[in-house]
Structure formats: structure tokens, C-alpha cells
């Protein structure tokens, strides 16, 4: 338990329901922590003030408003990757006027900055109170099989990824500084850290996201028999690559049945490809569910969830579909690889090519929708790795290393 003589400070841009799974993420991190730590206040920015006090009534939240410099930085292409930079250092003045001006003690004041995740954004630390950053997580990049559909900005990243820490590591010390690292990307993370002049001994491994309760608490999805349908959700772009799910059923010795859940700028080529493919009577483009309940609802009625991203530094949508049950076959590739135990909770293919991934998306495909015992064995196996994604478990281990920073 954390005296109640300490205050922690959060600090990310966006804390809300409204502006994605980062700004999702912070608010859940925040609402979490309040409730077993009340000294705990928000620091974001002010375009989230709005949502905050009318629609979710939040306590203790205090705004970063933009300045000068914010528009310069904002409208420059040139300087324009600093603007996280210096919200994060005007947000850290604010902290330091707050305990000033309430004459509180330094040395019980940790200042964690939640978001943004990226590990090459330069860091800014107060030199008057513990510092800690995370979880950091990103620098995905294309497997090499399709690093011809880069854009030209993401092949700059990746090409200069490491250059660029070593930079940070010279002229931005924040990395280096820091008290604390929680690292979730595992050891690509680890790795960029490190040339950013990171100290080893302070990073510790945390997952990127917890769940909430209230779905862990759902029901589980129990399978028997045969059941040929299966799900895919999220938002219809290149990276999730949803036309691989489309070409595996091609492949597949049963009439598998596909349900795709969302919207985006792959919707037509999707559609157009599964109508190329012989296969629109199989496949069901639902849109977006309107309300999340409805969609977590709907899960019952799959045998498993398919997401191939070549991109997603996490996967929420896995996480949300193991918690309820559902085995998940997705790509040996960033963020679903540190989630999917392969044979056990789900399927992992190695991107090797095009063919061999759509070859083996069919084989587990056919796979689970017949053997009904095999996929109730990976859903209890789901749902029990699950149970240490809570929120609850997930801020109670970081707890337990701000105590140790205290202490």
C-alpha cells in the first residue's frame, strides 16, 4: 500500500473514450489507479477537457493548454515530432507548480508518463521528482515479405530507427534518466531502449494493456462439435491484412464461414477480392457494431478471431477475444506474438510468404471448426491466461515498483 503522503502524476495527451486505443488505454490506467490511490491527478491536454468534466466527470484532471511554441511545432514539418516533447514538458510544470504552490514534499512524487508509447519520442524528466515512463512499446515494422508496400515515411523510420536513438541517447537524456522503464514490446523494445541510452536495471517487463473487469467477468464461450464461423474485427486497413483471411478460404477443406467486423480504406478491395475469389457467399462485411457490449455479446457464436496484422505493437482485439474464449490465429509478428501461446491459447505463422501464411490460416481454420474438444481446450487455456491481464493486476504491479522507488 502507497502512503497517502504520495501523489502520483499521470501524464499523457489524450486521456478518452472518443480518440482511439492510446487515449482508451490512459484513461483506463488513470480510472484504475484512482481507485487504490486517491492522491493520483491526471495531467492532459486541454482539447480533452470537454469529454472529461461534462461525459466522464472525472476528478482531479488538470490541462496543458497550447502556446505558442505548441502551434509553431504543430504547423512545422521540420520540428513537428517534438510537439510530445513539449506537451511533456509543459505538463511536468505544471506538476512542479502544483506541489509548489500546495507545499508538498518532493521525495513522495512520481511523475509517470503513460502515453505517448513510442520508443523514440524524446523524453522530458523533472529533475525534482522520481520519473517514470510506459509502457512503452511500437517500432513494428513490415516483415521483410512486404517491406515493398512501405511508404517512403515508414521505410525512413525503420531505416533509421537505431541512428535515431543513438542521437536521443547524446542530445535527449530522458530514457537514460529515468527511474523507471515499464517495457512491453519485449526485447525489440528492450533493444531501442538500449541504443537510447536506456539503463538496463530499470526496465522492467509489463503488459501494454490490461482488461477491464467487467469483460473478464463475461461468461466464456464453451465449444462443442463443429461450428464453421469465425470473426475478424478492427479497422479495415493494409496492415491488418484481412485479404490473407480472404484468400485462406480459398484453401480450406469446409465451408468456413467469415464475419468481418469494422470499416476502412480496405473495405472495397476486400470486397472486391472475396467476389474475384468465388467466395462472397462466405464472407459477411458487418460494419461497426455501434455499442462494444454488442460486439463482445455477438462472440458467443464464433468458434475463433483471425487478425494476420503485420503492424499492431499489441492487439487489444486479441486480447478482448482470448478473455472471452475465442482460440486466435494471427501472424508470428509484433504484438499478438507476446500474447498467442502457439498450440496452446491459439495458432502463430511465421511470415514467411504470402502462401505459406495463407496455406496455414486454412489448416487451423479447418482445424478448430471441426474439433470442437481442441478448441474448448484453447479457450480455457485463453481465459486463464487472460485472468493476468486484469487492469487491477496489471496497476498493482506497478505499484509495487513505485514502492520500491520510495522506499
Known amino acids: 500500500m502507497i502512503s497517502e503522503q504520495v501523489i502520483i502524476f499521470l501524464i499523457a495527451p489524450n486521456v478518452s473514450e472518443q480518440m ?20 493520483t491527478i491526471q495531467i492532459t491536454h486541454g482539447r480533452n477537457e470537454i469529454e472529461i468534466r461534462r461525459h466522464l466527470k472525472l476528478q482531479d484532471v488538470l490541462f496543458v493548454k497550447d502556446d505558442w511554441i505548441t502551434i509553431f511545432l504543430w504547423k512545422s514539418l521540420i520540428f513537428q515530432w517534438l510537439v510530445d516533447a513539449w506537451f511533456s514538458h509543459k505538463a511536468i510544470a505544471i506538476a512542479e507548480d502544483y506541489v509548489m504552490k500546495n507545499k508538498l514534499d518532493p521525495s513522495k512524487v512520481i511523475i509517470h508518463q503513460t502515453e505517448p508509447n513510442s520508443p523514440v519520442i524524446p523524453r522530458t524528466i523533472s529533475k525534482n521528482f522520481y520519473n517514470v515512463f510506459g509502457p512503452i512499446n511500437g517500432n513494428i515494422y513490415y516483415p ?11 521505410k525512413v523510420r525503420r531505416v533509421f530507427h537505431i541512428p535515431f536513438q543513438k542521437v536521443n541517447s547524446l542530445f ?25 541510452g536506456a539503463r538496463p536495471k530499470k526496465m522492467i517487463d509489463s503488459l501494454d494493456c490490461g482488461i ?8 466464456r464461450v464453451k465449444h462443442k ?17 484481412t485479404f490473407l483471411i480472404i484468400e485462406s478460404l480459398v484453401k480450406t477443406k469446409n465451408k468456413i464461414l467469415l464475419d468481418i467486423v469494422g470499416k ?14 468465388g467466395v462472397e457467399d462466405r464472407v459477411n462485411f458487418l ?3 455501434t455499442n462494444h457490449d454488442e460486439l463482445l455479446d455477438s462472440l458467443e457464436n464464433y468458434r475463433g478471431f483471425i487478425l494476420p496484422s503485420i503492424e499492431d505493437s499489441n492487439g487489444i482485439v486479441v486480447q478482448e477475444a482470448m478473455t472471452l474464449g475465442l482460440p486466435a490465429i494471427c501472424l508470428d509478428w509484433g504484438g499478438p506474438q507476446l500474447l498467442v501461446e502457439n498450440g496452446v491459447t491459439g495458432y502463430l505463422i511465421e511470415p514467411k510468404n504470402q502462401e505459406f501464411i495463407t496455406n496455414h490460416i486454412a489448416k487451423y481454420l479447418d482445424e478448430l471448426a471441426v474439433n470442437g474438444d481442441l478448441a474448448e481446450k484453447m479457450s480455457i487455456a485463453s481465459r486463464e491466461k487472460a485472468q493476468n491481464w486484469r487492469w487491477s493486476t496489471v496497476i498493482n504491479q506497478w505499484t509495487g515498483y513505485y514502492l520500491k522507488l520510495l522506499t
Request: charged residues 25%; positive net charge.
Open 225 to 241: 462439435g463443429e461450428n464453421f464461423k469465425f470473426i475478424h474485427f478492427g479497422r479495415l486497413v493494409f496492415h491488418k491484412c
Open 287 to 289: 460494419g461497426w457494431y
Open 172 to 196: 535527449f537524456r530522458g530514457v537514460a534518466k529515468a527511474d523507471l522503464l515499464f517495457i512491453a514490446g519485449g526485447s525489440r523494445t528492450k533493444n531501442s531502449m538500449l541504443a537510447a
Open 264 to 277: 476502412g480504406p480496405e473495405l472495397e478491395r476486400c470486397q472486391a477480392l472475396a467476389k474475384e475469389l
Open 212 to 219: 477491464k473487469d467487467e469483460i473478464l467477468n463475461r461468461p
Open 144 to 154: 521483410e515479405i512486404f517491406r515493398a508496400k512501405e511508404t517512403f515515411k515508414t
Open 20 to 39: 482511439g486505443g492510446e487515449a482508451m488505454k490512459a484513461l483506463q490506467i488513470y480510472q484504475q489507479l484512482k481507485q487504490i490511490h486517491q492522491n
